[in-house]
T-cell receptor, first 114, second 112 residues
Framework: DQQVKQNSPSLSVQEGRISILNCDYTNSMFDYFLWYKKYPAEGPTFLISISSIKDKNEDGRFTVFLNKSAKHLSLHIVPSQPGDSAVYFCAASSASGSARQLTFGSGTQLTVLP | DSGVTQTPKHLITATGQRVTLRCSPRSGDLSVYWYQQSLDQGLQFLIQYYNGEERAKGNILERFSAQQFPDLHSELNLSSLELGDSALYFC???????????FGEGSWLTVV
C-alpha cells in the first residue's frame, strides 16, 4: 500500500515556464512533508519542506503548497531552468513513538527544455 | 556536499557473497538511516539507528543487517547476495529525530 503517491512519472516543461509537481498521500498521521531532488548517480538533495500547520512555504523559485483536506501537496518551480531537470521525490513524515521516518513517493522525472 | 560519506561508491560481487557498506553521518547527527533504490523503484526505507540503537525497521530482508558504532558511523551488511539485491544503497543522517534527513551519494552494488 503506497502511502505517498506521485502519479506522474515524468513531466516536460519549457524553460522559463512554471513546473508543477504533484503528490498525494493517504496517511492522515503525516505532519511534515518534504521535496527532494535527485540527479543520476547522486544522492537525493533536500529542497524544501512544509509543516502540516502551514499551507504554503516559499524558498526562492520553489514553493510548496499543502492541501490537508485533499491530502495533496505540490511543488511549483518558477521560472523553470534546464538545471532543474532531475527526479523529484516527495516525502512525508510522521512520529512513531520516539522515531520519525520518511515515506517517499516513487518520483517524477522533470525535464526542462531549453 | 551533504556531509554524509558513503563507501564504497561502486561494488561488484558475485551471488552468494557478503558485502559491507559503510556510512559516516554529518557531524553532530545522531540518527542514521539506510535506504535502497532498485531500478525503476522509489526509495525504500530499510532501517534507522539512533545513537547506536536500532530505532525503526522498514522493508529490510533477514539477510541484511546493520549497526551503528560508538563513533556514530554505521555499516550495512548484505549477505547471501542475490541478483535482485543489485541497487543503489543510500545512507542518510539527521539531528536526533529530525524531520529533514540528508543523504550521502550512495553505494552502487551490482551482483553478478
Amino acid at each position: 500500500d503506497q502511502q505517498v503517491k506521485q502519479n506522474s512519472p515524468s513531466l516536460s516543461v519549457q524553460e522559463g515556464r512554471i513546473s508543477i509537481l504533484n503528490c498525494d498521500y493517504t496517511n492522515s498521521m503525516f505532519d511534515y512533508f518534504l521535496w527532494y531532488k535527485k540527479y543520476p548517480a547522486e544522492g537525493p538533495t533536500f529542497l524544501i519542506s512544509i509543516s502540516s500547520i502551514k499551507d504554503k512555504n516559499e524558498d526562492g523559485r520553489f514553493t510548496v503548497f499543502l492541501n490537508k483536506s485533499a491530502k495533496h501537496l505540490s511543488l511549483h518551480i518558477v521560472p523553470s531552468q534546464p538545471g532543474d531537470s532531475a527526479v523529484y521525490f516527495c516525502a512525508a513524515s510522521s512520529a512513531s513513538g520516539s522515531a520519525r521516518q520518511l515515506t517517499f513517493g516513487s518520483g517524477t522525472q522533470l525535464t526542462v527544455l531549453p | 556536499d551533504s556531509g554524509v560519506t558513503q563507501t564504497p561508491k561502486h561494488l561488484i560481487t558475485a551471488t552468494g557473497q557478503r558485502v559491507t557498506l559503510r556510512c559516516s553521518p554529518r557531524s553532530g547527527d545522531l540518527s542514521v538511516y539506510w535506504y535502497q533504490q532498485s531500478l525503476d523503484q522509489g526509495l525504500q526505507f530499510l532501517i534507522q539507528y539512533y545513537n547506536g540503537e536500532e530505532r525503526a525497521k522498514g522493508n529490510i530482508l533477514e539477510r541484511f543487517s546493520a549497526q551503528q558504532f560508538p563513533d556514530l558511523h554505521s555499516e550495512l551488511n548484505l549477505s547471501s547476495l542475490e541478483l535482485g539485491d543489485s541497487a543503489l544503497y543510500f545512507c542518510a543522517s539527521s539531528v536526533v529525530n529530525g524531520n529533514t534527513i540528508y543523504f550521502g551519494e550512495g553505494s552502487w552494488l551490482t551482483v553478478v
